[in-house]
C-alpha cells in the first residue's frame, strides 16, 4: 500500500557530503514523523534524525551539526544531508515513515535502504 524509495547513497571520502532522498508514495492519507536510521554491520540499527510533520527535527549526538534532515510534505519526500562526513557513518541507512492510510490507523514503514560507504 505504502511505499518508500530511498536514494543517494554511495562511496564518499572522509570530509565529504552526500544527500540522502526518501519519497514516500502510494494509499496516504497522511504521514507524521519521518526519519533516518543506520545499521553498521555488526551494530544495532539506530535512529539518525527524525523530524515531524510540523518542521521539529531531532538527531543522534554523533550527527549533530554535520547532518540536516528537512521534507517536502507536498512530495512526500524526506532528506538527509550529510557533511564532514566520517568513516563511523558508514553503515545502510534507512528511512521510515509514520503513515495513516485510512482515517484513524497509523502504521510505520520502511524503505529498503541504501550504502553509505565513507572511505578513502
Known amino acids: 500500500q505504502v511505499q518508500l524509495v530511498e536514494s543517494g547513497g554511495g562511496l564518499e571520502q572522509p570530509g565529504g557530503s552526500l544527500r540522502l532522498s526518501c519519497a514516500a508514495s502510494?494509499?496516504?492519507?497522511?504521514?507524521?514523523?519521518m526519519g533516518w536510521y543506520r545499521q553498521a554491520p555488526g551494530k544495532q540499527r539506530e535512529l539518525v534524525a527524525g523530524?515531524?510533520?510540523?518542521?521539529?527535527?531531532n538527531y543522534a549526538d554523533s550527527v549533530k551539526g554535520r547532518f540536516t534532515i528537512s521534507r517536502d510534505n507536498a512530495k512526500n519526500t524526506v532528506y538527509l544531508q550529510m557533511t564532514s562526513l566520517k568513516p563511523e557513518d558508514t553503515a545502510v541507512y534507512y528511512c521510515?515513515?509514520?503513515?495513516?492510510?485510512?482515517?484513524?490507523?497509523?502504521?510505520?514503514?520502511w524503505g529498503q535502504g541504501t550504502q553509505v560507504t565513507v572511505s578513502s
Open positions: 502510494g494509499s496516504i492519507f497522511r504521514i507524521d514523523t
Open positions: 521510515d515513515a509514520r503513515v495513516m492510510v485510512v482515517p484513524g490507523r497509523w502504521d510505520d514503514y
Open positions: 523530524i515531524t510533520n510540523g518542521g521539529s527535527t
